[in-house]
């Protein structure tokens, strides 16, 4: 009962930090932190109603069926699907993910950092964060969470008290690329595709009747981020520095549900901090964000991709509406036309409109 209770208020209050500190990292990438358009915006949120929503209901899906982490999991949902073990990958590229963007949030945090402490070089001061980070993964999950939500909440109010100005909201016409990096932002920066919000949902689905109870308030506190972040910029130096404590402990969090989706897959200790310090330090090479940042955006909508199509295509019907458990056939067919046809085709839409943005 306790981890029932628990994970009815972590998962939510995750999904709201990691989703605003993610939108913080990514948003200098898509350009949405300096010229505030009216019209991508509302572009953004009609994204995380077609998008973000039904991939939400979608790890919630898969948590009640397999009953453990992503990585473990698709080893028994492809049994149960008859379907090869080559859509296996999905759960690895995830898990090698989560470190490799909470080392882009680390790299983000440093440059943050380094306004403060200019005679410091940025690279060193990522080391020093990322060494923070690894060591703060050993604490408890939930202190974790709390003190993300405490860094990233001191941080909104300090930027609007301290009365940082910002640009006026005004409409532009919409154009292709804009697609692209709206879809990155709902699925990407929401979290979803990594099985994170999955494995922090474990306890309380399994005693639920209905995903809608543990898929919608997770998307709520996203979709709250979301919003939350059309007030906010990283001007004040006392709300950057609780950006970049925010941004360490919720890079902690994300080290230490990566490590425990790798102990279930009973690799050995070494090799999982291996795998997690790797992926997470690749970032300390002087100017590799001009490298990584588009294959951060490219590999999270790979992965988003992989899984609309597996759940879509691949797995039988009743599997999925059993899990669900929709009080209206209705609703169920508008999440499987939803995750069959709009999540693929918008996906790939976006993937194209990133490339394009790199020739």
């Excluded at 939350?228 to 990283?234: E, I, L, M, R, T």
């Excluded at 294959?295 to 019907?317: E, N, P, R, T």
Aim: aromatic letters at 10%.
């Amino acid at each position: 009962m306790q981890d029932k209770a628990m994970s009815k208020w972590l998962s939510p209050l995750m999904a709201f930090c990691l989703s605003f500190l993610i939108i913080a990292t990514l948003a200098p990438i898509t350009g949405i932190q300096i010229d505030r358009q009216l019209d991508f915006w509302i572009l953004w949120l009609v994204t995380m109603f077609i998008l973000a929503l039904p991939i939400c209901y979608l790890e919630i899906a898969l948590a009640k069926r397999s009953k453990t982490t992503a990585v473990q999991a698709l080893s028994m949902l492809t049994r149960d699907a008859d379907a090869s073990q080559k859509w296996r990958i999905v759960g690895w590229m995830g898990v090698v993910f989560i470190p490799f963007l909470a080392g882009a949030m680390l790299n983000y945090a440093s440059n943050v950092l380094a306004v403060a402490t200019p005679d410091i070089a940025t690279h060193l001061l990522f080391v020093v964060l990322a060494v923070v980070a690894l060591a703060l993964s050993l604490i408890p999950r939930q202190i974790l969470v709390l003190i993300a939500a405490v860094g990233v909440i001191s941080s909104l109010l300090l930027a609007n008290v301290m009365g940082t100005a910002l640009p006026a909201w005004h409409v532009t016409a919409i154009e292709f690329s804009e697609w692209g990096s709206a879809t990155v932002l709902a699925l990407v920066a929401s979290g979803l595709g990594m099985g994170l919000y999955w494995q922090s949902s474990l306890a309380a689905v399994q005693q639920q009747d209905q995903a809608t109870k543990s898929a919608l308030p997770i998307w709520i506190a996203q979709f709250i981020a979301v919003i939350a972040f059309g007030f906010f910029a990283v001007k004040a130096q006392v709300s950057a520095l609780a950006l970049v404590v925010a941004m360490v402990a919720a890079a902690a969090l994300m080290f230490n549900m990566a490590r425990e989706q790798l102990q279930q897959r009973q690799l050995h200790t070494v090799i999982q901090w291996a795998i997690v310090v790797i992926a997470t330090l690749v970032w300390a090479v002087p100017n590799i964000a001009t490298v990584f940042n588009p294959l951060l955006l490219l590999w999270g909508l790979i992965i988003s991709l992989i899984y609309a199509v597996f759940a879509g295509w691949i797995m039988k019907i009743s599997h999925l509406r059993k899990s669900m458990n929709f009080s209206s056939e209705v609703f169920y067919n508008l999440w499987r036309v939803a995750v069959r046809v709009v999540l693929p085709l918008s996906i790939i839409v976006a993937i194209i409109a990133v490339l394009g943005q790199l020739i």
